[in-house]
């Protein structure tokens, strides 16, 4: 049973910074693409960023510059640094991971984790 479990959400004022973090555990035989997403009340789920196997990343264009993925492949860990937050950043912040295990290969979700930017 693979899982992926997120953690690093909470409250922040604007201008603040999180590291977010997601594990993925279980009978893994390769992770390839990770990525974060989230979701806003009342708004579609929209990619983040996303990171390769190989380590390339891409992010959306609200927050590039600002926002800083990563992946450390011994930990079966991905990362969202996030600098300069603002309000609009306000979202539940889910991990996804195109995952093989013993029998098939599928993407996972985390459970998701809250961010909020608040003065």
């Known amino acids: 049973q693979v899982q992926l479990v997120e953690s690093g959400g909470g409250l922040v004022q604007p201008g603040g910074s999180l590291r977010l973090s997601c594990a993925a555990s279980?009978?893994?035989?390769?992770?390839?693409?990770m990525a974060w997403y989230r979701q806003a009340p009342g708004k579609q789920r929209e990619l983040v960023a996303g990171?390769?196997?190989?380590?390339?990343?891409n992010y959306a264009d609200s927050v590039k510059g600002r926002f800083s993925i990563s992946r450390d492949n011994a930990k079966n860990t991905v990362y969202l640094q996030m600098n300069s937050l603002k309000l609009e950043d306000t979202a539940v912040y889910y991990c996804?991971?195109?995952?093989?295990?013993?029998?098939?290969?599928?993407?996972?979700w985390g459970q998701g984790t809250q961010v909020t930017v608040s003065s």
């Open positions: 996804n991971a195109d995952i093989r295990d013993r029998y098939m290969r599928q993407g996972y």
């Open positions: 279980g009978s893994i035989f390769s992770i390839g693409a």
């Open positions: 990171i390769t196997s190989g380590g390339s990343p």
